[in-house]
């Protein structure tokens, strides 16, 4: 599909060819930062690490809608940003962008909001419109970040039409990227020397249904581990009607996919889950107490939503009843958010804001006594292997382990970008697995 031309360019002023990325939302939306990171840097610009501002000329707010705290927390930024560097070339883009339009976001103080842009155009688009040729250096600079755990976007849109989403709004249907565009993608970033890539999508498990002819994730994944050089990979989330027992013995099974899997439950009510759209999560609960009962290491999280429309106390608590039975590594506890223009914004009748906190606050302390437990599992189990992404002030590597725990590897001798295999010895107190190398 050709890409949409590039609406009129503002007159704007020339700026510094230093950027600051900032980034909010899901792993798609931090896909779309990678590629969009790696297209500035091959037009001439500068990609600024961390959350440095100091000494960028222009700012790109990768802004989520998903919750209406994401959206707040993006006008936040896109404030402070102009508050206090005025002098700044604020740029929105992401679903903030599509949902709000340009008049919302120049009312934020936005310079531009290029809602309809891939990473690539707009990367042209910036450089175009803001940089002129005599502000960039004469040699491109080359890319960092190289040897950081990278999500790479495989898949975009959803076709579910969950009642309290807003997401099938802003990103259309399911669309996958061509199995030989991700083997290329994967090849290169394996050659820049990262650790690992998080297979990522608004619906990543749905990847392959719409090419010709009809593919799966599995299919993927296992030419993924046929290539000759690759990253160690991780598949970024899993909705509950794609789990099949194929997908969990790659996942258990292959020494080069992690055993890891993050799968939107939502909520463990049946009736709930048809009043929202979706789907019953009994056959997917089934599969993975099987996968349990044989790999009692695999590492699983589920997202769960608590104050939804019409949500009773007993159905909160049948979600709450199931998290606690299952050997889950961690909850993500989101509070119902009413999005504009979706079936639950509207639907009655609603949960009272105080009985929603209430609920929420339950799920977490669910959440911190499944990370406890899980984590002196894997302590017990005596071995991890880290991703190395940066080093830390005392000089020891940090990454993150196969089953997705934060780590700190005991050696000075280790640098980002390493797989390291080692024995574990106790947590820190920063709450990191403490990981010396074989």
């Given at each position: 599909m050709a890409s949409p031309p590039l609406p009129p360019p503002p007159v704007l002023p020339a700026v510094r060819p230093e950027v600051h990325l900032l980034t909010f939302g899901c792993r798609a939306q931090q896909a779309d930062e990678e590629v969009l990171r790696a297209a500035l840097v091959a037009?001439?610009?500068?990609?600024?690490?961390?959350?440095?501002?100091?000494?960028?000329?222009?700012?790109?707010?990768?802004?989520?809608?998903?919750?209406?705290?994401?959206?707040?927390?993006?006008?936040?930024?896109?404030?402070?940003?102009?508050?206090?560097?005025?002098?700044?070339?604020?740029?929105?883009?992401?679903?903030?962008?599509?949902?709000?339009?340009?008049?919302?976001?120049?009312?934020?103080?936005?310079?531009?909001?290029?809602?309809e842009l891939g990473p690539e155009e707009l990367a042209?688009?910036?450089?175009?419109?803001?940089?002129?040729?005599?502000?960039?250096?004469?040699?491109?600079?080359?890319?960092?970040?190289?040897?950081?755990?990278?999500?790479?976007?495989?898949?975009?849109?959803?076709?579910?039409?969950?009642?309290?989403?807003?997401?099938?709004?802003?990103?259309?249907?399911?669309?996958?990227?061509?199995?030989?565009?991700?083997?290329?993608?994967?090849?290169?970033?394996?050659?820049?020397?990262?650790?690992?890539?998080?297979?990522?999508?608004?619906?990543?498990?749905?990847?392959?249904?719409?090419?010709?002819?009809?593919?799966?994730?599995c299919d993927l994944l296992e030419k993924i581990l046929a290539l000759p050089r690759r990253p160690r990979i991780r598949i970024s989330s899993v909705e509950p009607q794609y789990l099949t027992p194929r997908l969990i013995e790659l996942v258990v099974g292959e020494r080069g996919i992690c055993p890891h899997l993050h799968v939107p439950l939502q909520s463990a009510s049946p009736r709930l889950l048809a009043a929202m759209g979706r789907a019953d999560v009994a056959?997917?609960?089934?599969?993975?107490?099987?996968?349990?009962?044989?790999?009692?290491?695999?590492?699983?999280?589920?997202?769960?939503?608590?104050?939804?429309?019409?949500?009773?106390?007993?159905e909160h608590q049948v979600t709450v009843d199931l998290v606690e039975r299952l050997p889950l590594a961690y909850l993500h506890v989101f509070t119902f958010s009413a999005r504009p223009g979706t079936p639950a914004a509207t639907m009655l009748p609603s949960v009272p804001e105080r009985f929603a906190v209430l609920r929420t606050r339950a799920l977490l302390r669910s959440d911190e006594r499944l990370r406890a437990a899980y984590r002196a599992r894997i302590l017990a189990r005596g071995r991890a292997e880290v991703a190395v992404e940066h080093m830390g002030e005392d000089g020891f590597g940090r990454g993150t382990t196969e089953r997705f725990l934060p780590a700190a590897v005991i050696s000075h001798a280790v640098k980002p970008g390493a797989l390291v295999r080692g024995r574990t010895d106790g947590i820190g107190a920063d709450g990191a697995l403490r990981v010396v190398p074989e």
């Open positions: 037009r001439g610009l500068t990609v600024l690490e961390g959350k440095k501002v100091e000494g960028a000329g222009i700012a790109v707010v990768h802004g989520c809608v998903v919750t209406a705290r994401a959206e707040r927390d993006a006008r936040k930024a896109i404030r402070r940003l102009r508050r206090e560097h005025p002098d700044l070339r604020i740029v929105v883009s992401g679903c903030h962008a599509r949902l709000s339009g340009d008049a919302a976001s120049r009312e934020l103080g936005a310079d531009l909001a290029l809602p042209t688009a910036i450089r175009e419109r803001l940089v002129p040729s005599g502000l960039l250096p004469a040699c491109a600079p080359s890319a960092e970040g190289g040897r950081r755990r990278v999500a790479l976007r495989i898949q975009d849109g959803c076709d579910n039409s969950c009642a309290y989403c807003i997401v099938p709004a802003v990103r259309g249907k399911s669309r996958s990227v061509p199995v030989a565009t991700v083997l290329e993608d994967i090849g290169r970033l394996a050659e820049r020397g990262a650790p690992e890539v998080v297979l990522s999508g608004i619906q990543t498990a749905a990847w392959g249904r719409d090419l010709d002819p009809p593919s799966t994730l056959p997917a609960i089934e599969l993975l107490e099987r996968a349990w009962a044989r790999h009692g290491d695999l590492a699983v999280g589920f997202d769960v939503i608590a104050g939804l429309p019409t949500e009773t106390e007993p």
